[in-house]
């Protein structure tokens, strides 16, 4: 019988959500490539949303959004950031990571935010954020970390969400993006 996996919006989280997806992110994401010193100066921003997947009452993903505001080219941009994708060990490939992604599209539509973005291994993992309509930046959008340091987060890649138009400006672009302090 095919499991039912019911999704959940929160748009402002509690210190004792966090403290749940931390934990859930502990026992599911294994070894991450950024030392504990480095994810500690560029992963800092407490302002973000969730979506969350479950399978009878059980947690089984989640991932983040960050609503942001940015300048580009002299136009102000809405947009939003997706970061923390993570699904359950043992309920993998069964398309969860797809809905959290495709809920997480329709709150920024709801929002009516200009554009998406995330930053993930593209050759690993470039073909799961395809599949709801992000490509790769040609040039990869830069954060500032905790002490104000530029950086860039490699493996940016964007989405069209209600501006087509800021989009291919993005895209056709040689200039990186600025996305605000923290990376997601
Ligand atoms: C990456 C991750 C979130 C995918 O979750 P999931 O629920 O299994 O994803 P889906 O079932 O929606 O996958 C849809 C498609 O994306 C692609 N995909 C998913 N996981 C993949 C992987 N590990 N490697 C390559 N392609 C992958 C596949 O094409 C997959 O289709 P298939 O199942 O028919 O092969 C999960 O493996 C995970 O939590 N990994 C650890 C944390 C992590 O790396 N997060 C990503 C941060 S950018």
Redesign the pocket.
């Known amino acids: 019988m095919k499991q039912q996996i019911t999704l959940k919006y929160t748009e402002k989280p509690t210190e004792t959500d966090f403290a749940k997806y931390n934990e859930f992110?502990a026992k599911?994401?294994?070894k991450s490539n950024d030392s504990a010193e480095d994810a500690a100066k560029n992963f800092f921003d407490k302002n973000k949303s969730v979506v969350t997947a479950y399978i009878n009452y059980e947690l089984v993903?989640l991932c983040f959004i960050h609503f942001r505001t940015t300048n580009f080219n002299g136009k102000n941009i809405s947009f939003a950031g997706i970061?923390?994708?993570?699904?359950?060990?043992e309920?993998?490939?069964?398309?969860?990571?797809?809905?959290?992604?495709q809920e997480a599209i329709q709150k920024m539509q709801d929002k009516v935010v200009d554009i998406a973005l995330?930053?993930?291994?593209i050759p690993?993992?470039g073909?799961?954020y395809s599949?709801v309509g992000f490509v790769p930046l040609k040039n990869t959008y830069v954060f500032d970390d905790i002490n104000d340091v530029r950086k860039p987060d490699p493996g940016g890649m964007i989405a069209p969400i209600c501006s087509p138009e800021i989009y291919s400006e993005i895209v056709n672009s040689p200039e990186a993006l600025f996305v605000g302090k923290s990376a997601f």
Request: aromatic share 6%; net charge positive.
């Open positions: 992110a599911n994401w294994g993903g970061g923390g994708v993570v699904t359950h060990k309920f993998r490939h069964k398309g969860i990571a797809t809905k959290l992604l995330l930053a993930t291994d690993r993992l073909k799961l599949i």
